[in-house]
T-cell receptor, first 107, second 109 residues
Framework: KNEVEQSPQNLTAQEGEFITINCSYS?????LHWLQQHPGGGIVSLFM???GKKKHGRLIATINIQEKHSSLHITASHPRDSAVYIC?????????FGTGTSLTVIP | GAGVSQSPSNKVTEKGKDVELRCDPI?????LYWYRQRLGQGLEFLIY????????KSGLPSDRFSAERTGESVSTLTIQRTQQEDSAVYLC???????FGPGTRLTVL
């Protein structure tokens, strides 16, 4: 069993749609990261969360520590949001990663 | 530099050869992680350095893999006697904020 589970694995949306990507984890964590990886590109850290909610532009990330669950929301999605979104949790000195959600936003 | 850099960006090698991958971290960031990402798969933790503490090597897949870092400077990941299953993108990340380098794409023929 993976320490971090993401859903869905793949997601196709029409431009403008509201998107939610979910992450559940099974280990005790000190922080959770949402990462973005573009095709052929590097990885960018979008958010680091230890509680509550953070917002950056059209992106919102929430975490529920008791339920061991986090969500990444994208409002008014755009084709440039097409990427793989990865949930990562820090437990001690180690990071555990989900397998990613591949998002395609169609114009 | 402003970010984490890695070199080379691409490396093609023959099975059985040794390779050395380099990560130049952000100055002043004490923690450094190496990860591997095989095609179509998630990130795998390899090794973690924190200052002058003993590195956490628990993610290294075999004794063909080793990594060094002197203080808070450059780190090198060495793979000896490369195998085809070593083909992957090798990424390093600085600090607990996970600031990633662009990766080295390793192809073992």
């Amino acid at each position: 069993k993976n320490e971090v589970e993401q859903s869905p694995q793949n997601l196709t949306a029409q431009e403008g749609e509201f998107i939610t990507i979910n992450c559940s984890y099974s280990v005790g964590i000190s922080a959770l990261h949402w990462l973005q990886q573009h095709p052929g590109g590097g990885i960018v850290s979008l958010f680091m969360l230890s509680s509550g909610k953070k917002k950056h532009g059209r992106l919102i990330a929430t975490i529920n520590i008791q339920e061991k669950h986090s969500s990444l929301h994208i409002t008014a999605s755009h084709p440039r949001d097409s990427a793989v979104y990865i949930c990562a949790v820090r437990s001690g000195n180690q990071f555990y990663f989900g397998t990613g959600t591949s998002l395609t936003v169609i114009p | 530099g402003a970010g984490v850099s890695q070199s080379p960006s691409n490396k093609v090698t023959e099975k059985g050869k040794d390779v050395e991958l380099r990560c130049d971290p952000i100055s002043g960031h004490t923690a450094l992680y190496w990860y591997r990402q095989r095609l179509g798969q998630g990130l795998e933790f390899l090794i973690y350095f924190q200052g002058n503490s003993a590195p956490d090597k628990s993610g290294l897949p075999s004794d063909r893999f080793s990594a060094e870092r002197t203080g808070e400077s450059v780190s090198t990941l060495t793979i000896q006697r490369t195998q085809q299953e070593d083909s992957a993108v090798y990424l390093c990340a600085n600090d607990r904020d996970q600031l990633f380098g662009p990766g080295t794409r390793l192809t073992v023929l």
